[in-house]
């Protein structure tokens, strides 16, 4: 009798328990649901974090390879000799023989002004020439006139810049060597040149260096 008794609560333990299952899979079926479809769920899976989006640099935008560019440039010196002050005008042409590769010529015209110091010693000896003092010394002043050098470029690095994630930029850096020959007020003079630089691409027919 006890084991009929025994029996019949493990019956009814057990119904019970089956009653209830189906409420359970229900409540996480319709959890399931409210998160969407499988394929909305594979999309919010997959979709990026906007703080941790990197644009891969793949290859070059700009095709340099057998390109030719010609560009200009005006610079104000300053820090040399204290008497004059110099500004410059230059032009140049760079073929790129590859993106690795590229040489270059450029001229360069020089602008010279005597400095308020410089004016200053030419007009005391002025007048002290006028009035017989042949003593009294002025500056002795070599200008630059002008400037021819030839140059030769390698691009060891090659990237891309964004701008407030609204644009890219692609840039180059480079090291340059180079030389040619300064023409100076009172003769010329040869000179060396080498250095670092980055080029930017704005677009296909503008860059700046």
Request: aromatic share 14%; proline share 3%; net charge negative.
């Amino acid at each position: 009798m006890k084991s009929a008794v025994s029996l019949f609560h493990s019956f009814l333990l057990g119904s019970l328990c089956l009653l209830h299952a189906p409420a359970g899979f229900a409540g996480t079926t319709e959890s399931l649901d409210s998160l969407g479809t499988q394929e909305q769920l594979l999309d919010k899976a997959h979709a990026p974090v906007p703080a941790n989006t990197y644009r891969v640099i793949q290859k070059r935008v700009i095709d340099r390879d057998g390109r030719l560019e010609f560009d200009f440039s005006g610079a104000g010196m300053s820090g040399g000799d204290s008497y004059y002050t110099t500004k410059s005008l230059g032009l140049q042409a760079e073929y790129h023989f590859s993106y690795r590769w590229s040489v270059g010529v450029r001229h360069d015209w020089f602008f010279n002004d005597l400095s308020p110091e410089g004016q200053r010693r030419f007009d005391e000896a002025y007048t002290a020439y006028q009035a017989g003092n042949m003593g009294v010394s002025r500056p002795d002043l070599d200008w630059p006139l002008s400037k021819d050098i030839a140059t030769i470029s390698f691009y060891p690095l090659y990237g891309k810049m964004s701008w407030f994630e609204s644009t890219v930029s692609y840039f180059d850096v480079y090291l340059l060597a180079g030389g040619g020959m300064m023409n100076l007020s009172r003769g010329q003079s040869g000179l060396g040149t080498a250095g670092m630089g980055v080029g930017m691409w704005w677009t296909q027919h503008l860059t700046s260096r």
